[in-house]
């Protein structure tokens, strides 16, 4: 058989081989007409339809994400919702329907048109992805419309594992895909930061993005293989078919190799919805539970729903520990249940463990939650957003006294280790003082990199500013990693850079112990981490390296060169 490769940007890593299936896009039956015999009343009132209906599906999908993925994920979603209240989207879509002459398809069409034009004429890479979600909110309001959900030539088949072809590949879509039966995407346009590729990193499968060239061709191909961390595709043999899956049985052998040797690599998560992928990519164990999803609805959580909640992903983890973070609600996390009032500046403000210090029965209550759910297996507890010895001492006293209440109620309780999260450079700073009081460390690199780089991790405009690997936070974690080691206590890294295979054998030569992740992101890391061997010499010239660099850019040229050995 002829070799035929086509290029494109690798989005999510892993590899990947089957049969091809096209998804094709909803096209709506629209005709663009001068008439004059619409209804205005009648057009309006069919676009508010749509409106509603659209955002009925949204919030089922957000709600759909939240409880696999957590609440940052799930605030695609939201941000598309928010655009159907958007006077420049919906807003001028019906001022022009007012004008008589058109029908709300054409209208919307013509709005979505100009609005993505616009986006793709921008420079910034992540505003051009931006046009994908404004055709996603379209293609919705197209279809309830027009009363359809797509014609059977649309829909997934019924059965078998696919490598997915699309021409673009929006959110909804690559939510209502059934994920365990797709064994990779492939993408006409689009890049790295669409937030289908950041789907498709979450759940773990391979995918490539700007497959423009010899598009149509590899349109026909039957079957393929296809590699998304290097950005190819070819045409393979029929009835060849393999997973991303299949590499990680294999991955287990590696786990007493190179730089794995007693590092644990372990998952965010952010609800017991997240254990299918704990378990797909070999997870060992937890080492973030985000508990903010359920606190996200109009009701606050009680004591028996926490408790199940928690005790779910403890059972299932063990042997393996399960941390969890208690409450980190504020910044850019919201729940309309604690009606908090508005902040000028949130990420400096009320959030996480100063809003529960503030609101002790809340705290104590999940505080219990998590004593209880302890004991269905090995269990630990982390307090985020500490910046002052008081606060620890606070928490830890709360962390007291709830035990005493959970036994006094009869309860079983289990053991708990006790850690801190380290965010605020004042916390990095004493880490010395801090060892003392806890029994690990878990460095928070979004936050400490916003607040020792003053950058809002939230504002584009500051985009090239957010450097986790800036050499002052590399010298910080360093920092923690050595205290927590005289302190005979162990340091994670739960943040981001956690899944930053570049950034792993840094990490690993300064002592880390545990990095915790996004669960499709641990296969690579793995890999870079077992099939790298340093000497403590090279470990240590290593770190010097990297903190003798003075910008970003350096320190990717030192870990480049360093991972090059493996």
């Not at 010899?214 to 039957?222: A, V």
């Not at 393929?224 to 294999?250: H, N």
């Not at 508005?342 to 705290?363: D, H, M, S």
């Not at 850079?497 to 690579?524: R, T, Y």
């Amino acid at each position: 058989m002829e070799e035929r490769i086509w290029r494109g940007l690798g989005v999510s890593a892993g590899r990947a081989a089957g049969k091809t299936w096209y998804l094709r896009g909803f096209e709506a039956d629209v005709q663009v007409e001068n008439r004059q015999d619409i209804s205005v009343e009648e057009e309006m009132a069919r676009l508010q339809q749509a409106v509603v209906l659209t955002e009925q599906n949204l919030t089922r999908l957000e709600a759909q994400v939240k409880e696999e993925q957590g609440e940052e994920l799930a605030q695609i979603f939201g941000a598309h919702k928010l655009l159907l209240s958007d006077p420049a989207f919906i807003g001028e879509a019906q001022q022009r329907l007012q004008k008589g002459h058109l029908i709300a398809e054409s209208a919307l069409q013509e709005v979505a048109g100009e609005a993505v034009q616009m986006l793709r004429s921008l420079e910034d890479p992540y505003f051009q992805e931006r046009a994908v979600d404004v055709q996603d909110v379209l293609g919705q309001l197209l279809q309830n419309l027009q009363d359809s959900q797509g014609s059977s030539s649309d829909l997934f088949p019924e059965d078998g594992q696919y490598v997915v072809l699309a021409d673009e590949l929006t959110p909804a879509q690559t939510i209502a895909l059934p994920k365990e039966r797709v064994l990779g995407f492939v993408v006409r346009k689009g890049g790295k930061t669409s937030h289908a590729a950041i789907l498709a990193r979450t759940y773990g499968i391979p995918a490539l993005a700007g497959v423009a060239d010899g598009w149509e061709e590899l349109k026909l191909q039957l079957w393929v293989e296809m590699d998304g961390e290097e950005g190819w595709i070819r045409r393979s043999p029929e009835g060849q078919t393999t997973s991303a899956a299949r590499d990680f049985l294999e991955e287990e052998s590696l786990l007493d190799s190179g730089l794995l040797k007693g590092m644990v690599l372990a998952a965010n998560v952010g609800s017991p919805g997240d254990l299918a992928l704990v378990q797909k990519f070999k997870a060992q164990g937890v080492g973030l539970y985000r508990t903010e999803f359920l606190f996200m609805g109009e009701k606050l959580p009680a004591e028996e729903e926490q408790m199940a909640a928690y005790q779910q992903v403890i059972s299932a983890c063990a042997p393996h520990l399960t941390v969890i973070r208690t409450l980190d609600i504020g910044g850019d996390k919201k729940a309309p249940a604690l009606q908090l009032p508005e902040e000028k500046n949130p990420f400096l403000g009320v959030r996480a463990l100063r809003l529960t210090l503030r609101r002790p029965e809340l705290f104590r209550q999940q505080l219990r939650a998590i004593w209880r759910a302890a004991a269905s297996g090995p269990t630990a507890v982390m307090f985020p957003m500490i910046a002052t010895m008081e606060e620890l001492f606070q928490a830890k006293e709360m962390l007291r006294v709830s035990r005493d209440e959970v036994i006094q109620a009869g309860y079983p309780v289990g053991e708990l280790q006790v850690g801190m999260m380290i965010e605020i450079p004042s916390a990095a700073w004493m880490a010395d003082k801090f060892a003392a009081e806890v029994d690990f460390f878990s460095i928070g690199t979004n936050d400490l990199t916003q607040y020792m780089l003053a950058v809002d991790r939230e504002n584009n405009d500051l985009s090239d500013l957010y450097q986790p690997n800036h050499p002052a936070v590399l010298g910080m974690i360093a920092r923690v990693s050595e205290a927590g080691l005289r302190a005979g206590i162990w340091t994670g890294v739960c943040g981001e850079a956690g899944g930053d295979a570049l950034l792993a054998p840094f990490f690993a030569a300064v002592g880390i112990k545990e990095l915790s992740m996004a669960a499709g992101s641990l296969p690579k890391v793995r890999r870079v981490l077992a099939n790298l061997e340093l000497s403590t010499e090279e470990k240590r010239s290593l770190v010097d390296a990297v903190l003798a660099c003075a910008t970003a850019s350096e320190v990717k040229d030192v870990l480049q060169r360093f991972s090059s050995k493996s």
